[in-house]
């Protein structure tokens, strides 16, 4: 009978932490700055964006490999058609 408490005050701190913790971890991307565009700016236009893989989306569902890829097709086909959502894949 000794060994109930103890298992019950290790259920409770268990859900506690998980709680706690679980509003730590998640990312809130609504809240991270718009790409910066003006970096990635080609000075020469046969200069190609890092092959690495973070996602930027879109609000038109499309989501791009990384912010680079993001301001080019931005560039290309204007800001009023292609307008940034949030980090990550869409959907």
Do not use: L, M
């Given at each position: 009978m000794a060994a109930f408490p103890h298992v019950t005050i290790f259920f409770l701190v268990s859900y506690t932490l998980t709680h706690v913790f679980s509003g730590v971890l998640k990312r809130d991307y609504s809240r991270w700055p718009k790409p910066p565009c003006k970096m990635y700016r080609p000075?020469?236009?046969?200069?190609?964006?890092?092959?690495?893989?973070?996602?930027?989306?879109?609000r038109d569902g499309r989501t791009y490999?990384?912010?680079?890829?993001?301001?080019?097709?931005?560039?290309?086909?204007?800001?009023?058609?292609?307008?940034?959502?949030?980090?990550?894949?869409?959907?």
């Open positions: 000075v020469d236009p046969t200069s190609d964006c890092p092959n690495v893989t973070a996602p930027v989306c879109a490999q990384n912010e680079c890829f993001f301001c080019v097709a931005q560039w290309n086909f204007g800001r009023e058609h292609i307008q940034f959502d949030k980090y990550g894949k869409c959907g």
